[in-house]
Structure formats: structure tokens, C-alpha cells
């Protein structure tokens, strides 16, 4: 079973800001959490990931609480292109065999709407 | 660089057929794995391979064989389909073990009746 918690669904307009919760309160001191996205029928995209610290990229800002039991992916000027699935995935960066393999869950919906 | 590149795009098969699924990746990643997507749902490991000549069993391998004999090409093969094996399957590489980032390739949409 996946570690994280994502609502179904979220709804965002065209130029604002998305932010999208994750709950992952069972997180392990060395796993970092790691965010994806799915443009409808392509292959999942690598957005962003981080351990403690907020992160940020030309794609997005990954905050973490102090607790780490939860984060939020804040897109800061959401299009239409932004429209799609987005996975919150924690997984340790160091590991043998299986366990450092991606675990999807269903993920968060986003639509863009003009 | 083409990325991660899977061939065919589609395929529709007649059950009890066996076909392979084409993957290959051009960044001379080590790590390479299958996944296969069901409508509404996250995706799932089915094989996987941290090197060539080394390939284990993800979370639903049944009705599938995988083999790693170059870094670049990591196949997948249906030996008796089933409509069960319905889906969408993607093809991913990643640098290491320990990389961040994995990079999908554009999927295969397979359909068994």
C-alpha cells in the first residue's frame, strides 16, 4: 500500500497558485518524499523531491512540515498544461533490492481551469 | 538524447498469444523497470533490474519474463496473454539505485481479448 494520503480531486485557476497536500505520517527518518506528475496518457514526470528543508525548482516549491508528517506541492502560476495527476511518493534514496522502487497510489487530480 | 523509448505505442492481442514489449534507454542508466497502469489507478512494479544480467520481481510479475543481457534494453514478454493483462505499461530508467529521479518512457497500451 502506498505511505501517503492525496485528496481525489482539486480544481485551480488558470494563473493562480495550486497547492496540493500530501499526508505521510508514518515517513521514515531517511525517506524523502518525492513528487510526480501524469499528463493524461503519458509517461509520469519527476517534479521534485526533498527530505526536511522546502525545495525549490524552475517547476515548483515542495514544502515540508517541521514534523514531516505532511507537505504541500505549490505550483505558483498554475496553466492548463498543468492539468493532471500528481503522486506524492516517499521512498528511502538508498536501498537494495525492491524497496527503493516507486509506490504510486491513485494521486491527486488537478484540473486548470481558464 | 531519444530518453526512454518503448515500442509498439499500441498492440491487441488475442488470448493465449505471447508478444514482447520493447523498452530501451539511451542514458546509460543502470536501473530500468516495467510498471503497468489499470484504469483510475497509481501504477505498479512489475520487473525490475539494477544492472544487466540482473532482474528481480516487482509487485505483480505473474505472466511476465524480463531479461537484461545490455544496459540500454530491458524487454518484456507475455508469454500466454490474458485479458486480465490489459493495461497500459511503462518502461522507466533511473541513473542508480540511490538516484532521485526516474524518467518514464511514453507507454505501451495493450488490449488482450
Known amino acids: 500500500d502506498a505511505k501517503t494520503t492525496q485528496p481525489t480531486s482539486m480544481d485551480c485557476a488558470e494563473g493562480r497558485a495550486a497547492n496540493l497536500p500530501c499526508n505521510h505520517s508514518?515517513?521514515?527518518?531517511?525517506?524523502?518524499v518525492y513528487w510526480y506528475r501524469q499528463i493524461h496518457s503519458q509517461g509520469p514526470q519527476y517534479i521534485i523531491h526533498?527530505?526536511?528543508n522546502n525545495e525549490t525548482n524552475e517547476m515548483a516549491s515542495l514544502i515540508i512540515t517541521e514534523d514531516r508528517k505532511s507537505s504541500t506541492l505549490i505550483l505558483p502560476h498554475a496553466t492548463l498544461r498543468d492539468t493532471a495527476v500528481y503522486y506524492c511518493?516517499?521512498?528511502?534514496?538508498?536501498?537494495?533490492?525492491?524497496?527503493?522502487?516507486?509506490?504510486f497510489g491513485k494521486g491527486t487530480k488537478l484540473s486548470v481551469k481558464p | 538524447n531519444a530518453g526512454v523509448t518503448q515500442t509498439p505505442k499500441f498492440q491487441v492481442l488475442k488470448t493465449g498469444q505471447s508478444m514482447t514489449l520493447q523498452c530501451a534507454q539511451d542514458?546509460?542508466?543502470?536501473?530500468m523497470s516495467w510498471y503497468r497502469q489499470d484504469p483510475g489507478m497509481g501504477l505498479r512494479l512489475i520487473h525490475y533490474?539494477?544492472?544487466?544480467?540482473?532482474?528481480d520481481q516487482g509487485e505483480v510479475p505473474n505472466g511476465y519474463n524480463v531479461s537484461r543481457s545490455t544496459t540500454e534494453d530491458f524487454p518484456l514478454r507475455l508469454l500466454s496473454a490474458a485479458p486480465s493483462q490489459t493495461s497500459v505499461y511503462f518502461c522507466?530508467?533511473?541513473?542508480?539505485?540511490?538516484?532521485?529521479?526516474?524518467?518514464f518512457g511514453p507507454g505501451t497500451r495493450l488490449t488482450v481479448t
Open positions: 511518493i516517499v521512498r528511502a534514496p538508498n536501498y537494495g533490492g525492491s524497496q527503493g522502487n516507486l509506490i
Open positions: 542514458m546509460n542508466h543502470e536501473y
Open positions: 526533498g527530505l526536511k
Open positions: 508514518t515517513i521514515s527518518g531517511n525517506e524523502y
Open positions: 533490474s539494477v544492472g544487466a544480467g540482473i532482474t
Open positions: 522507466a530508467s533511473q541513473r542508480g539505485q540511490g538516484a532521485y529521479e526516474q524518467y
